[in-house]
């Protein structure tokens, strides 16, 4: 078979670029640690989260020093808990699921970003350094009123924290 | 190709074909016309530039303009360029033009099914809808119509692959040992292909989402039938891009005043995509829980060799526009490039096809990129990329193929060159004016499939220019784009009325380096099916097992949205029907 020179070395370059893209894929997952939503979140009755032992009850709390477990609900059109507040400096891991359709949740601005699936738990951890105020977006289509679903995340000074929900 | 005596055109040699063809080619430009009408309606609605509509029915709208684009557009010209494809390079008429107008007629029964539910949405007396967007992700519900319509319009794609696969035995009972002639080779691989590719989407429709909106079973498992539609949905925008490489690799190098480099590497190209198109799926799903991250991981790999061919693509393609230059005369490093027929239409159009073909794979690059991915995932950024994608690559090069194909259908020449010319130049501005917009909204954070991007809680921060400058950019992109589609089906009608003529038939030029340069295992279509479906269950077996294991067949609850209080009946009030053609008659002038 036939092939060009230059075709032969376009498809050389072609390979190189392929696989550097692997790799820094690879990079960013073994080498500076972004973590993916995976499977780790359990799965949940969508229809009985009032019974469940955290999502029964939504909201931030303190697992750690620095550290905050914040489980959130997303159903039609709105986030539980709303704001969801946590103090500054701090590691944050969200604990989302849906209590209906199938929804987004994004931090708006940020890589905070996952997909809300019913019967599932996307679980995701973020830092939090300087207070701030973000906008919590629902961004798959889960509705008629789907545009009006949002949220708000509030980054509040350690000594300003109290508690979750103000 | 100039008197009497010319090249006799498809329609005369193959009239039943030809009429098959055009058929198609309405369908499909019907399609094109209302997607663009709804396109246009969301381009204006969610910037806020002008609000015809109630928000929610923005989602009615939003349907309707995915599944008549995506589905409807796309195939039928598919279907109709594959036909003309394959009885043109076997040089044979349809084994039984009968059962050739059968699956056309299945395929539209289907489309008129699916269509007509979604476009009921707009009618609340009636009760029916399906706003559950392209990707149709259970609990939302459709009536049963829109999945009975759905898997009548796969069974008759299914069933124009036989035709054609028949066409091609019967041929090669009389050529044993010949090379499969490049079209046909093409057209087989893509129908290998779609078969492996539906498995997904036809066991999601048929044996979960249908018989639970009849209210057969109570609930599914959305994390399941999202991965089967996934399964269907990454290779679903090959099935969209292949007719448009038919073109570029067969046609595009003729209407450049050449040859097409190699034939062999065309063929490798199209073994690639059999192989590679499923295994990826899961990329779109790398924000999903519930699926472990070694599976993602396998198909972000998959995924970044599938550029592979497209930059293949990408060479060739050039290469013969270089040749066909230079035989028209081009010289110089670059010079050449004057050299080409930039007044012909269809030249131009998939020419600036492949440059927004270019820009898309870029951005595709940085969606298959899985941790960069967060950053945009479900942002407009991903309209931004499928726009420049299928909304040019593909449809772009679907139009000016028609300006080189219709004369051929119809003995008719084209009503207005300039006009042509005009059309695709428009296109290509109106939609580097709306793709931009939109990536760089979905930088900022600006959600997809929403009627209204503005909140009450916060603003999008802008790190340059202004929201409301993007939603402008993005506004009047999507006119011209309208424009543009306006320009081409009046343009297209028009053709229908002129005078026939002698003298328009075409031939294709064989390749530079034809196929018997290349072994013969590319023509061994067993073997790639057999490789493709082994990659398909490595990549499949296990997320589907720990998806079944982890929450059920039929997942653990969750209930249908919208409500639907009968749920076996799509039952109709004859009054509330009577009543709203009475309201339809009103409203029209």
């Known amino acids: 078979?036939?092939?060009?020179?230059?075709?032969?070395?376009?498809?050389?370059?072609?390979?190189?670029?392929?696989?550097?893209?692997?790799?820094?894929?690879?990079?960013?997952?073994?080498?500076?640690?972004?973590?993916?939503?995976?499977?780790?979140?359990?799965?949940?009755?969508?229809?009985?989260?009032?019974?469940?032992?955290?999502?029964?009850?939504?909201?931030?709390?303190?697992?750690?020093?620095?550290?905050?477990?914040?489980?959130?609900?997303?159903?039609?059109?709105?986030?539980?808990?709303d704001p969801i507040v946590v103090p500054a400096?701090?590691?944050?891991?969200?604990?989302?699921?849906?209590?209906?359709v199938t929804h987004g949740f994004e931090v708006v601005g940020t890589n905070a970003n996952a997909m809300v699936i019913p019967g599932e738990v996307a679980e995701l951890t973020v830092e939090v350094n300087e207070p701030n105020e973000y906008g919590i977006i629902c961004h798959e289509y889960c509705g008629s009123g789907h545009h009006d679903m949002e949220g708000l995340l509030r980054v509040v000074p350690e000594d300003e924290y109290d508690g979750g929900d103000r | 190709m100039s008197s009497q005596t010319g090249t006799p055109t498809f329609v005369d040699r193959y009239p039943e074909e030809a009429s098959v063809v055009r058929q198609a080619f309405l369908v499909s430009f019907v399609a094109l016309g209302l997607g663009a009408?709804?396109?246009?309606?969301?381009?204006?609605?969610?910037?806020?530039?002008?609000?015809?509509?109630?928000?929610?029915?923005?989602?009615?709208?939003?349907?309707?303009?995915?599944v008549l684009l995506v589905i409807v557009f796309t195939i039928f010209f598919l279907v109709g360029l594959y036909q003309w494809a394959i009885t043109r390079s076997?040089?044979?008429?349809a084994e039984n033009i009968t059962f050739t107008r059968a699956w056309l007629g299945l395929m539209s029964l289907g489309s008129v099914l699916t269509g007509g539910t979604i476009l009921l949405g707009f009618v609340d007396e009636i009760g029916i809808s399906a706003d559950v967007l392209f990707t149709f992700y259970a609990p939302l519900q459709a009536h049963p119509l829109f999945y009975t319509g759905l898997a009548v319009f796969l069974i008759g794609t299914w069933l124009a692959g036989v035709d054609w696969f028949r066409s091609?035995?019967?041929?090669?009972?009389?050529?044993?040992?010949?090379?499969?002639?490049?079209?046909?080779?093409?057209?087989?691989?893509?129908?290998?292909?779609?078969?492996?590719?539906?498995?997904?989407?036809?066991?999601?429709?048929?044996?979960?989402?249908?018989?639970?909106?009849?209210?057969?079973?109570?609930?599914?498992?959305?994390?399941?039938?999202?991965t089967l539609f996934w399964f269907f949905g990454h290779p679903v925008v090959y099935f969209w891009l292949l007719p448009a490489y038919l073109l570029w690799y067969t046609v595009l190098p003729k209407i450049a005043g050449g040859r097409l480099f190699s034939d062999p590497l065309a063929r490798v190209v199209f073994v690639l995509f059999v192989l590679l198109s499923t295994p990826v799926g899961i990329h779109h799903q790398y924000l999903d829980p519930g699926i472990a991250e070694g599976f993602k991981f396998i198909a972000m790999t998959n995924t970044m060799f599938l550029l592979?061919?497209?930059?293949?693509?990408?060479?060739?393609?050039?290469?013969?526009?270089?040749?066909?230059?230079?035989?028209?005369?081009?010289?110089?490093?670059f010079g050449w490039l004057k050299a080409l027929p930039w007044r012909d239409p269809a030249f131009t159009g998939?020419?600036?096809?492949?440059?927004?073909?270019?820009?898309?794979?870029?951005?595709?690059?940085?969606?298959?990129?899985?941790?960069?991915?967060?950053?945009?995932?479900?942002?407009?950024?991903?309209?931004?990329?499928?726009?420049?994608?299928?909304?040019?690559?593909?449809?772009?090069?679907?139009?000016?193929?028609?300006?080189?194909?219709?004369?051929?259908?119809?003995?008719?020449?084209?009503?207005?060159?300039?006009?042509?010319?005009?059309?695709?130049?428009?296109?290509?501005?109106?939609?580097?004016?709306?793709?931009?917009?939109?990536?760089?909204?979905?930088?900022?954070?600006?959600?997809?499939?929403?009627?209204?991007?503005?909140?009450?809680?916060?603003?999008?921060?802008?790190?340059?220019?202004?929201?409301?400058?993007?939603?402008?950019?993005?506004?009047?992109?999507?006119?011209?784009?309208?424009?543009?589609?306006?320009?081409?089906?009046?343009?297209?009608?028009?053709?229908?009325?002129?005078?026939?003529?002698?003298?328009?038939?075409?031939?294709?030029?064989?390749?530079?380096?034809?196929?018997?340069?290349?072994?013969?295992?590319?023509?061994?279509?067993?073997?790639?099916?057999?490789?493709?479906?082994v990659l398909v269950v490595l990549a499949y077996a296990l997320p589907l097992g720990s998806i079944v294991a982890e929450s059920g067949l039929f997942g653990s609850g969750g209930n249908p949205y919208p409500v639907v209080i009968e749920p076996l009946v799509g039952w109709i009030d004859p009054g509330a029907v009577i009543e709203i053609f009475h309201d339809l008659l009103e409203v029209l002038p």
């Open chain 2, 308 to 333: 592979l061919p497209s930059l293949l693509t990408a060479f060739t393609v050039v290469a013969s526009m270089e040749h066909g230059a230079r035989q028209r005369g081009g010289t110089g490093l």
């Open chain 2, 90 to 93: 076997l040089d044979r008429p």
């Open chain 2, 350 to 533: 998939m020419a600036l096809a492949g440059l927004m073909f270019a820009a898309g794979g870029f951005s595709g690059m940085i969606n298959a990129g899985m941790n960069i991915n967060y950053l945009v995932h479900n942002t407009l950024w991903v309209p931004g990329h499928f726009h420049l994608t299928v909304g040019t690559a593909v449809a772009l090069t679907m139009m000016a193929g028609t300006y080189w194909l219709w004369p051929q259908l119809t003995n008719r020449p084209l009503y207005s060159r300039p006009i042509a010319l005009a059309q695709v130049v428009i296109w290509f501005g109106g939609m580097g004016l709306m793709s931009n917009a939109m990536h760089v909204s979905g930088l900022f954070g600006i959600p997809r499939r929403t009627a209204e991007p503005q909140y009450e809680g916060f603003d999008f921060a802008t790190s340059f220019g202004s929201v409301s400058e993007l939603n402008l950019q993005l506004a009047i992109g999507g006119s011209l784009l309208f424009v543009s589609t306006v320009l081409f089906l009046g343009n297209l009608a028009l053709s229908m009325g002129t005078p026939t003529r002698d003298g328009l038939g075409q031939t294709l030029p064989p390749a530079l380096s034809g196929p018997t340069d290349s072994p013969a295992v590319l023509d061994n279509l067993r073997l790639w099916t057999v490789i493709a479906l």
């Open chain 2, 168 to 226: 091609y035995l019967a041929w090669r009972g009389d050529n044993p040992g010949e090379r499969i002639p490049l079209q046909t080779f093409m057209v087989l691989t893509t129908m290998v292909m779609w078969y492996i590719a539906t498995i997904g989407v036809a066991i999601s429709v048929l044996f979960f989402l249908l018989p639970w909106s009849l209210g057969l079973i109570d609930t599914v498992n959305p994390l399941l039938t999202r």
């Open chain 1, 1 to 81: 078979m036939h092939i060009h020179d230059y075709e032969k070395l376009w498809l050389g370059l072609s390979l190189v670029m392929i696989v550097g893209f692997i790799a820094t894929v690879t990079y960013g997952a073994v080498g500076a640690g972004v973590e993916m939503i995976d499977d780790s979140g359990d799965t949940v009755d969508p229809n009985s989260l009032a019974d469940h032992p955290e999502f029964g009850d939504p909201g931030v709390e303190q697992v750690g020093p620095n550290e905050y477990d914040v489980h959130v609900i997303a159903r039609q059109f709105v986030f539980q808990p």
């Open chain 2, 37 to 66: 009408l709804f396109g246009i309606i969301q381009a204006l609605h969610r910037t806020n530039v002008l609000r015809l509509i109630d928000s929610a029915d923005y989602y009615t709208v939003l349907t309707a303009h995915g």
């Open chain 1, 89 to 100: 400096n701090s590691t944050v891991t969200f604990y989302v699921t849906s209590a209906d």
